[in-house]
DNA sequence: CGGACCATTGAGAGCAGTCAAGTAGGGTGG
DNA sequence: CCACCCTACTTGACTGCTCTCAATGGTCCG
């Protein structure tokens, strides 16, 4: 049995059901950091999990212009923002060795109507995904919204049982940047002025969160909890 | 028969299932301009649907900053973002005299079990809306957000059979700015300018587009369609 | 008519963006 | 194994957009 089960998709379903539903679950992987899960314009059938590794989900504009959408993490959905369209809306990529898991959206949405759980689980996770992104409108400083990154990763972490004193960037410092709407330069300046005020120690794309009440005071703005 | 059925959680239904659905419809109203429909930290119990008039929903965050998550036209759902933790997670409040639909969500939840067309346009609902706040995501120009939120009331307009090409704004400039994430007076001049422009004429509350060709190119970067 | 509220306009400041130069790993090929 | 290169990152100087503060203008309403 997956060991995210409990964080992802199948939640709340007992021991019988759960392997019913492990039925519709195709594991797809190693992808290697580069390849592709998705495209965007690609037709929708299917709902990703990650299972290990991360993934970024990242679109283009009709100028060309990239934006990243999200950094997903083991037990997180991938695509459903692509439900109504059916068509995905962005390119998934991962950005480490990664598993994730194919989960055909047909027959989510069977079981999801045999199944009282997994449809209250999956509108508990499109609803959350709402909440989520609410926090994000609203204008905070380039500090605010760095500090909100930092902390979002490691109480996500958290939840996945792995510490977070340490968190291990994956992604290079333009994807921040991008996803949280500044320069990339900002990005480097922002965490050298964390680590001279000893918030965090840098080193490269390891972070250190030194001093976590005020990083959390920082990203409270942005969290908003 | 509701004239909003099309756009709004029922669609899809066919003619006996609408008319039973309509057995769980409270219609709630006339709300008056400033009213609540529901306030942040209410239990969640139900879903609420615009039928006339205009709702802004909003939070406060602990430093007492208002932030305005949203602004709903008739067959637009409300509370969406309620489902994950059955508490809401702002206030909506009547921007007009308006009529809102009330829904259980307990029984919502119980006829999308029977019903396979509202449970997928639950999920759609759902799904588009996280498409939509996607969109928000990135750093664009005061301009371009402007014609954003011109341009996006537009189109919802004429989806409901409004005529877009006068608006009429019934929230205050701060509103529209607190949205935004800008200041009022950076509304205020960005309106001026549009019009000096020639892109619109603005009288006060009420807003004519005139080149809709120029707003849109302008607006496409946010919206990007 | 006066007050309250909203909106506009102006002046000045500051945060963060852009441009440009410099640094440092990590990988490759000789 | 070392020299080289490429990419990512950092740092500095400067610019500019948008914010803030403050004053003024309009409109609605009692």
Redesign the pocket.
């Known amino acids: 049995m997956c060991t995210n089960a409990r964080l992802c998709l199948p939640h709340g379903l007992d021991e019988t059901r759960l392997r019913e539903f492990e039925c519709i679950v195709d594991e797809v992987g190693p992808l290697h950091a580069g390849d592709f899960i998705f495209r965007d314009g690609d037709e929708f059938t299917a709902l990703y999990a990650v299972r290990a590794g991360m993934v970024k989900t990242y679109s283009i504009d009709r100028e060309g212009r990239e934006q990243i959408t999200g950094f997903y993490l083991p037990g997180e959905l991938i695509g459903l923002d692509a439900i109504h369209s059916m068509r995905y809306r962005n390119h998934a990529f991962a950005l480490d060795t990664s598993m994730v898991c194919r989960m055909s959206f047909a027959k989510i949405r069977e079981l999801a109507q045999k199944w009282p759980e997994l449809q209250t689980q999956l509108l508990c996770t499109l609803s959350s995904g709402l909440a989520e992104t609410d926090k994000l409108r609203g204008?905070?400083?380039?500090?605010e919204r760095m500090a909100g990154f930092l902390i979002d990763l490691a109480r996500r972490l958290e939840q996945r049982g792995y510490s977070a004193e340490r968190l291990y960037?994956l992604m290079?410092?333009?994807d921040i940047?991008n996803f949280l709407?500044?320069?990339?330069?900002?990005?480097?300046?922002v965490?050298?002025r964390f680590q001279d005020e000893g918030l965090i120690a840098?080193d490269?794309?390891e972070v250190m969160l030194l001093d976590r009440i005020r990083l959390d005071a920082l990203a409270g703005a942005v969290l908003r909890d």
Do not use: F, Q
């Open positions: 204008e905070y400083s380039a500090d960037l290079e410092r333009r940047a709407g500044m320069a990339k330069e900002t990005i480097s300046r965490l050298r840098v490269r794309r």
